[in-house]
């Protein structure tokens, strides 16, 4: 247990608890991009920043992997550290102008738009890595990764191919703040070829990751609800019951009387 | 993957106690190969129990790892001091030479045969690369 | 056979004495990598052709680099009772001469560069010769160079003097006796020592050393390790490879010393991957030290545990960076993390970790041999010691040098010679550095002093920048070398450092706006505040350095399109 301060206000912290997790349970708002709760903080996106006095250094860090220190003291609005988020929203409307969910995030910022000077690209993903960390850390699919380096840094699959171990869950659309990462579920797919067409009924496209995965019609009700790939490999790793790979969760439930 | 190349990553996977030294493996595989494969890639991925992302991001992250085989490698040293005396004249020189990979170093560590370059591992003069690799073609 | 104590060590370094004092005449090659790029090799083989075919009884060795790079190919006369000759800028076709020369005990007047009449180990002294020969008396002593009475070589004092690969060459000048004394010293007394000294990090932090053997020491845990950071990727710092090819083991000792002290029982030196000499050399230095019971169990007797693995760097700048380095090792990609923790309480595998850079472990053996009250003596009132510089750009005489910390900027320029042509500014500590002026020529070397001034002692390295050089295209050179060595990991870093650098770019081509200079300072602040890690924070360091001192050139670009130094074409106007 420790107690550390925030704005002035003495706030209580269990052990191993982030200055992030102390501000949130105390309703203290700090924005965060890349934060999850039920990932490992990766202190990419360095908006949660705040100022934070330990002993006597005072330093600019991000509150989200920061230890909620015995008797620190820290600010999570000043001059240096609402520079550093304007900035980090610069930079990432000038590299992402269009995700309304940036845009908005701008506007609290009081940032429209990336300075005129900054050169513009059009991408949509942030590298928040979110869906990186839940792929690997929740999921333990590891189908996507980070990529290169610097600058050409991106989220990709190996050899940027279809990936081999997705299963096709979309944990990652899911986490993906701004809605870059895309999975549609298609009940009656068809493959064309000049010679004709292979129909292959219900599947699940993760676009991003250029994988199609055949989903498995429930046992009774034949509503597709899950991709055949995810329940074998969930199968291999626990032991599950039948019910719950011919099943879908509707039809898994007793009937209420 | 041929068995020779499965025997030498077992082996090579042999010695890896403990933790496995990722980085060491690959640079080992790199070592031998002067590239890694995908095939590689794949069986270390499955021997070691890392997914096939993990190692490609080492691959694609680190500049000591290579997807692409080179048979000439040249290096030419683009760090301050070679800057000062004409080392961007140099990479661009050299940069198009067919059949080889050009590299940028940073620092080669010879300031004083500045603009320096390394030839196939061997260290030596801007002038007296670009001389050996006129004479090579 | 093992060394188990003084009796051992002894008489290996008679063995090894007798290798740098021959009974018989000797020629030894300069092959680090300066004298390799300049042909050392063919050089060496032409010697051992013209030996074998003039006076087969003839001994041919190789040493390291003894900081006259401008020199090399340097080749080295050792004649009985004669003064050691050394000659510079040796070409193939001089061999011949050369070699005859030394079987008549003469001398090629033209090739000669200086004569050494004894061998220095730090206040010992061994001659190689009782009375100088009339004939000699008019080359220089090396001890009378004004270059070298400028310098004190103590970190440097075996390089360029013994065979890098030959451990007993290393005993022979009092190599891995500290590490005796040390070992019958309790820990907690030798990190007093280190304490006392006021040794600070030669990496580039500047932490006190001390301090920080002494936090990992009161860690939690039994479990701990040492890792020595040879990584050195800086651009213009060729000094941190010097001393890994010419003299391992002086690092090696280092390291053995700080294990012991903190009671790590593995540790790592990681070599960066573009040194591969480098790696080769301390791979054998390791190889002979573990083979003596230097390294290994029970080191000379002592009954504790150590051994030093070599880890290949992957070739990125940013594993410098202490938890971007522990991340190599780890086997992840080199992206640093949050601190706290710090490496001392939580490094690698979670263990409490020193890292020390090369130049930092060379100094131990210095200290426990000699006493932190011997140590204090060199060096200035907040930077105790001796620095390596690597001092290149355009000057007379690159070379890597070692001054007393204190030495007025002026007096190491000095040193080698002298600035090439009009002195405009001295670039110093790397690219995360700053820019000086030529005003400043007399501060004194130190940590405190270079900060306040602007810049940073940083690993050493001394570019000097004359009135040729533009001011503007060394920061857009230096920001392009940041975006190139970005992890990519943060925001601020990995855009920030793009959009700089395009503006750099635009200016340098005439393309620059008004009020960009406002606009790159309006990215820099908050860059430093936001980046995860030092690599981050630095980058904005060569542009704030040089519009803090030379605002004008930027002002020319921008406003008049001109270039004042001539280097920036592209876009200007004539």
């Known amino acids: ?257 | 993957m041929d068995a020779e190349e499965k025997r030498v990553l077992e082996l090579i996977l042999k010695k890896q106690k403990g933790n496995a030294d990722l980085l060491g493996v690959l640079q080992e595989v790199e070592g031998k190969y002067g590239h890694i494969t995908r095939e590689a890639l794949s069986y270390l991925s499955e021997k070691l129990e890392v997914p096939l992302s993990t190692l490609y991001h080492l691959v694609t992250f680190y500049r000591c790892l290579h997807l692409e085989p080179a048979e000439k490698v040249v290096k030419v040293c683009v760090g301050t001091t070679c800057h000062l005396k004409g080392g961007k004249a140099l990479y661009q020189q050299v940069e198009g030479a067919g059949g080889y990979r050009v590299e940028k170093a940073r620092c080669l560590g010879c300031c004083n045969t500045a603009p320096a370059m390394e030839l196939d591992g061997e260290l030596m003069s801007g002038d007296a690369g670009r001389e050996r690799m006129k004479g090579a073609r | ?574």
């Open chain 3, 1 to 574: 056979m093992k060394i188990r104590g003084e009796r051992e060590l002894r008489t290996i370094r008679e063995k090894g004495t007798k290798l740098l004092y021959p009974s018989e005449l000797k020629i030894t090659i300069g092959e680090a990598s300066c004298g390799l790029s300049r042909g050392a090799r063919i050089v060496e083989a032409e010697i051992r052709e013209e030996v074998k075919r003039q006076k087969p009884g003839i001994k041919v060795g190789t040493v390291g680099c003894n900081g006259f790079c401008s020199q090399e190919p340097i080749v080295e006369v050792i004649a009985p009772g004669k003064p050691k000759i050394t000659y510079g800028r040796v070409m193939r076709e001089r061999v011949k001469e050369l070699v005859q020369a030394a079987i008549r005990g003469e001398v090629v007047k033209d090739l000669v560069v200086f004569r050494t009449d004894y061998g220095d180990m730090l206040d010992e002294r061994i001659p190689y010769t009782e009375q100088v020969p009339y004939l000699l008396k008019e080359v220089t002593e090396y001890h009378t160079l004004p270059a070298i009475k400028k310098q004190q070589r103590y970190i440097l004092r075996n390089s360029g003097v013994i065979d890098p690969e030959n451990i007993e060459e290393y005993i022979a000048r009092g190599g891995y006796s500290s590490l005796l004394k040390a070992l019958t010293m309790k820990p907690k007394d030798i990190i007093k020592q280190v304490k006392e000294a006021g040794l600070r990090g030669r990496g580039g932090g500047g932490f006190p050393t001390g301090i920080k053997w002494e936090a990992c020491f009161s860690a939690k845990g039994k479990e701990k390790y040492i890792i020595c950071n040879g990584s050195e990727g800086e651009p213009g710092i060729g000094m941190h490879r010097s001393l890994l090819e010419s003299d391992p083991h002086s690092i090696i000792e280092g390291i053995i010393i700080a294990a012991y002290a903190m009671g790590a029982h593995e540790g790592y030196f990681y070599i960066r991957d573009g040194y591969p000499l480098a790696i080769k050399r301390v791979k054998k230095a390791i190889e002979e030290a573990s083979a003596l019971g230097l390294l290994g169990e029970n080191i000379c007797n002592s009954a504790f545990n150590f051994t030093l693995k070599v880890k290949r760097g992957g070739g990125v700048f940013v594993c410098g960076e202490e938890t971007a380095l522990i991340a190599a090792i780890e086997g992840r990609v080199g992206e640093p993390r949050q601190r706290p923790p710090f490496p001392v309480e939580s490094g690698l595998w979670g263990k409490p970790t020193v890292i020390n850079n090369l130049e930092t472990m060379a100094n131990c053996p210095l200290i426990i041999s000699k006493g932190s009250e011997w140590y204090k003596k060199t060096g200035s009132k907040t930077s105790k010691g001796t620095k390596v510089i690597s001092l290149t750009g355009n000057i007379k005489n690159p070379g890597l040098i070692e001054v007393p910390m204190g030495t007025p900027l002026r007096e190491i320029i000095e040193i080698g010679g002298g600035p090439a042509g009009k002195l405009k500014a001295i670039q110093t500590g790397g690219p995360s550095g700053g820019v000086l002026p030529a005003s400043y020529l007399d501060l004194p070397l130190g940590f405190d002093e270079l900060q306040q001034a602007g810049s940073m002692l940083g690993s050493g390295g001394m570019v000097v920048i004359d009135e040729g050089n533009c001011m503007v295209d060394l920061a857009r050179y230096f920001t392009a070398f940041f975006e190139d060595e970005s992890c990519g990991k943060c925001v601020p870093c990995r855009e920030g450092v793009t959009k700089m650098r395009e503006i750099l770019d635009e200016i340098a081509t005439g393309k620059g706006e008004e009020g960009d200079l406002a606009y790159l300072e309006h990215l820099a602040h908050p860059m430093q505040d936001g980046a995860a890690c030092a690599l981050g924070k630095t980058s904005v360091a060569p542009f704030l350095s040089t519009l803090k001192h030379f605002r004008k050139e930027y002002e020319a670009h921008i406003k008049e399109k001109k270039c004042p130094s001539g280097v920036c074409k592209e876009g200007m106007m004539k």
């Open chain 1, 1 to 257: 247990m420790s107690t550390i301060t925030i704005n002035g206000k003495k706030l209580n912290a269990e052990e191993g608890m982030t200055v992030l997790e102390v501000a949130r349970d105390a309703g203290i708002y700090i924005p965060t991009l890349c934060s999850h709760e039920a990932l490992k903080p990766y202190g990419a996106c360095r908006l949660c920043v705040v100022e934070v006095t330990n002993g006597n250094m005072v330093s600019i860090e991000t509150s989200c992997t920061y230890p909620a220190l015995e008797g620190l003291k820290v600010k999570t609005d000043t001059d240096r550290v609402k520079k550093v988020r304007k900035l980090v929203l610069e930079l990432l409307l000038a590299r992402c102008p269009n995700p309304k969910e940036l845009k908005a995030l701008g506007e609290e910022m009081g940032v429209k738009e990336a300075p005129l000077r900054m050169s513009l690209k059009n991408d949509f993903c942030i590298l928040c890595g979110q869906c990186v960390r839940a792929c690997h850390e929740v999921v333990g699919a590891g189908a996507i990764s980070f990529t290169k380096r610097g600058n050409e840094k991106k989220v990709d699959t190996p050899f940027h191919e279809t990936s081999e171990d997705c299963i096709g869950c979309g944990t990652c659309v899911f986490v993906c703040p701004t809605g870059v990462i895309k999975m549609r579920d298609v009940s009656d797919a068809v493959f064309y070829y000049p010679e004709g067409h292979d129909d292959l009924g219900p599947m699940r496209m993760m676009q991003n990751w250029q994988k199609e995965l055949k989903l498995k019609e429930c046992k009774s009700c034949g509503n597709p609800w899950a991709p055949e790939f995810l329940l074998e490999t969930l199968a291999k790793r626990i032991n599950l019951p039948q019910t719950a790979l011919d099943l879908c969760p509707t039809c898994r439930e007793p009937k209420k009387k």
